[in-house]
């Protein structure tokens, strides 16, 4: 590159140069790296725990079926209570279990024909104010199917009733039947029911 001509200096004597000026220096980019995300939105969220939920497990024990049964009257469901235990102390080898009672109750009726499950005398629906109760019972498998069946049957003969009818009127059959075993008049049962130590008349321990 060819050196400027030299000025002449308004001091005797001496020159200089008057440089071209320099060009910035130039900065090499830098990559910005990258921010990395939370180490928590990396991680997989936990499974959240079951504790704290709504659902609660109602698995039956084996041979049965958790069912839902209807009481359109509150006072009905105690004069099945009375019912068992009028049949526990009279009828040999009847179920010693409140739940069992239901079972058989239902089995009873389904063994019926049509006709008959139509003519079965039921215990009467109390009168006067009530609430309707849903109780679920752990009924044997084997009276669940005998009321499946009937039903099949039932509706052959053009008789169409839910579930909860049916066992609803099974227990009202077996009211008025252990009714009428005691004579008319059914114990009134309070607190716990009693188990098979009250059969046939034997007192409870």
């Known amino acids: 590159m060819a050196r400027p001509p030299a000025r ?9 140069f008057t440089p071209a000026p320099a060009a910035p ?6 990559a910005t790296p990258a921010t990395s995300a939370p180490a928590a939105a990396e991680q997989t969220a936990a499974p959240r725990s079951s504790r704290g939920s709504n659902t609660h497990s109602s698995a039956a024990p084996a041979g049965t079926q958790r069912i839902a049964t209807y009481w ?33 109750a ?45 039903q099949r049957v039932d509706l052959e003969h053009n008789q169409v009733r839910s579930r909860s009818e049916f066992i609803t009127r ?13 004579g008319g008049e059914l114990p009134e049962v309070k607190g716990r029911l009693p188990g098979p130590a009250t059969r046939l008349g034997v007192p409870p321990a």
């Open 25 to 30: 220096p130039v900065r090499e980019a830098t």
């Open 8 to 16: 002449k200096s308004s001091l005797a004597g001496s020159s200089y």
């Open 72 to 104: 359109p009257h509150h006072a009905l469901l105690p004069l099945a209570r009375g019912a068992y235990v009028a049949d526990l102390q009279r009828v040999p080898g009847s179920p010693d279990s409140f739940a069992r009672w239901i079972g058989q």
């Open 170 to 182: 099974a227990i009202r059959a077996a009211i008025a039947t252990a009714r009428e075993r005691a």
């Open 106 to 150: 239902v089995r009873d009726y389904a063994q019926l024909t049509t006709a008959g499950r139509e003519r079965a005398a039921l215990e009467p629906v109390p009168e006067g104010d009530g609430k309707t109760l849903a109780r679920p019972f752990n009924i044997p498998t084997d009276d669940v199917e005998a009321m499946h069946r009937a």
